[in-house]
Nanobody
Framework: QVQLVESGGGWVQAGESLRLSCAAS????????MAWYRQAPGKQREPVAM???????YYADSVKGRFTISTDNAKNTVYLQMNSLKVEDTAVYYC?????????WGQGTQVTVSS
């Protein structure tokens, strides 16, 4: 059973940066896209960034110009570089890998941004 293991979350002050990583514990074939989502307390989970197998990337308006999604396909790993963090970026961040046969989700990593 392949699992996604996230790391890189933590506590930072506004304006600082964090880099999240999400690595698959085994091989995943026929990946269509990889993505990051987040869920703030009392809110629904929302998409943050996505990158397709064709390397097209998409971002939520709230993070455009500050966050960058990237992948290491050989390692089935997806990253999220988060710069100029804001208090409103505080949330649990989840990675998702969308393959031809099923979706995989990480367990979540907490990001807390203080003013």
């Amino acid at each position: 059973q392949v699992q996604l293991v996230e790391s890189g979350g933590g506590w930072v002050q506004a304006g600082e940066s964090l880099r999240l990583s999400c690595a698959a514990s085994g091989s995943i074939f026929s990946i269509n896209a990889m993505a990051w989502y987040r869920q703030a307390p009392g809110k629904q989970r929302e998409p943050v960034a996505m990158i397709t197998s064709g390397a097209n990337d998409y971002y939520a308006d709230s993070v455009k110009g500050r966050f960058t999604i990237s992948t290491d396909n050989a390692k089935n790993t997806v990253y999220l570089q988060m710069n100029s963090l804001k208090v409103e970026d505080t949330a649990v961040y989840y990675c998702r890998i969308m393959a031809a046969t099923r979706d995989y989700w990480g367990q979540g990593t907490q990001v807390t941004v203080s003013s």
